[in-house]
């Protein structure tokens, strides 16, 4: 799981403010992706990317932005329409295994905190 | 929509017992299952996975046996360690454009000494 960062570890924002959180992959993966993480709850998936400058909504997407602009890169804003932005959130990125399958690697994780 | 669910929430055992995590998906396409580990306040790793065309795999301490009829799959950990104490999940996802993984709600795995 080593070559994908996320950056800060820990972020604290005011309510209101929109924050970018960021993900960063050398694995020359195609595939990126943004969960959520709350207690009890598992992952939730957020934002998908499977190629440079295109991506997809998951599951919870509402509040949240993303942009692909570069194949090593998959921002993460998390907007002030976002009601309950206080979680850890995790990138994953992805490669093709033989069959078409997909085994994803995940970041670190940042967790922020909005008070 | 697709669902993965997960049971137990959590699971505590004696050292050098056996563990076993189940884990049922709705969706009859899904073809790849793979189980990630996280302890506290790490990423989750990927500890190993089973594709639909195969009923159980090993690797050391731990298997994953695959049930397609009744879309079951289950994680198990034998002659556990304290080590092994984290939080396991368990997803599925299926061929296709997106191949997008549906995960369970975790299992917190507790191995007293």
């Known amino acids: 799981d080593g070559g994908i960062t996320q950056s800060p570890k820990y972020l604290f924002r005011k309510e209101g403010q929109n924050v970018t959180l960021s993900c960063e992959q050398n694995?020359?993966?195609?595939?990126m992706y943004w969960y959520r993480q709350d207690p009890g709850q598992g992952l939730r998936l957020i934002y998908y990317?499977?190629?440079?400058?295109?991506?997809q909504k998951g599951d919870i997407a509402e509040g949240y932005s993303v942009s692909r602009e570069k194949k090593e890169s998959f921002p993460l804003t998390v907007t002030s329409a976002q009601k309950n932005p206080t979680a850890f959130y995790l990138c994953?990125?992805?490669?093709?295994?033989?069959?078409?399958?997909?085994?994803?690697?995940f970041g670190p994780g940042t967790r922020l905190t909005v008070t | 929509g697709e669902n993965v669910e997960q049971h137990p929430s959590t699971l505590s055992v004696q050292e050098g017992d056996s563990a076993v995590i189940k884990c049922t998906y709705s969706d009859s396409a899904s073809n790849y299952f793979p189980w990630y580990k996280q302890e506290l306040g790490k990423r989750p790793q990927l500890i190993i996975d089973?594709?639909?065309?195969?009923g159980e795999k090993k690797d050391q301490r731990i298997a994953v046996t695959l049930n397609k009829t009744a879309k079951h799959f289950s994680l198990h950990i034998t002659e556990t360690q304290p080590e092994d104490s984290a939080v396991y999940f368990c997803?599925?996802?299926?061929?296709?454009?997106?191949?997008?993984?549906?995960f369970g709600t975790g299992t917190l795995l507790a191995v007293q000494p």
């Open positions: 694995l020359n993966h195609d595939a």
């Open positions: 089973i594709r639909s065309n195969v």
């Open positions: 994953a990125s992805s490669k093709r295994l033989a069959g078409g399958f997909v085994e994803q690697y």
């Open positions: 997803a599925a996802s299926k061929l296709g454009a997106t191949n997008k993984l549906i």
């Open positions: 990317s499977q190629i440079v400058n295109d991506f």
